[in-house]
């Protein structure tokens, strides 16, 4: 599989924010949206073997390794990789930007799914169907940019069947530098949404062209 960078650092978005994590980052990714913080991953990248991967993985000696991109599921070797993390006893994050099946992800994963918004020009590739394939401890994203934005994601919410509804994390968060967080939040306290408000706390850790060790 095409690997863009394999790196240790905190994480920075989700409920697992403030973790430290050892990132796999993919290359290559089906959408184009308009705020986009890592294109360099739409190309970038080299061959490895699976066994490499998981190697490097290890040296870091985290328990929390987030598979993400591009997109990750467009490498048909990514659920193996995400099994085989998870019988070896790491707890594993799997970031999808929505647009593809999850079904063959294993169960034991935490799938942190990102809805596309009208903001990222991507709005109309949402796989809304993976909503029925939600399991308990998995988290939905939406990256706010307009008022717009917003009012959508609550349509969104409405839609996820009401067994999952109280046991999933909903992430609410801004176009970073974009929209002023603040907003957003008296938006979120204005309406009584049950949503975690998620700043991006790698981008206020390091600048941008830094993303770990």
Partial sequence: MKVNEVFYSIQGESSWAGFPCVFVRLTGCNLRCTYCDTQYAYDEGEERLLDDIIGQV????????????????????????????????YRVLLETNGSLDVSSVDRRCIKIIDVKLPTSGEVQRNQLDNLNRLNDKDELKFVIGSRDDYDYAKKIIHLIPENYLDKIVINMSTVFSKMAPELLASWILKDRLAVRLNIQLHKILWPSEVRGV
């Fill in 58 to 89: 290890a040296e870091y000696l985290s328990p929390l390794v987030e598979i993400t991109g591009g997109e990750p599921l467009l490498h048909k070797e990514t659920p193996l990789l995400v099994s085989r993390l998870l019988d070896m006893g």
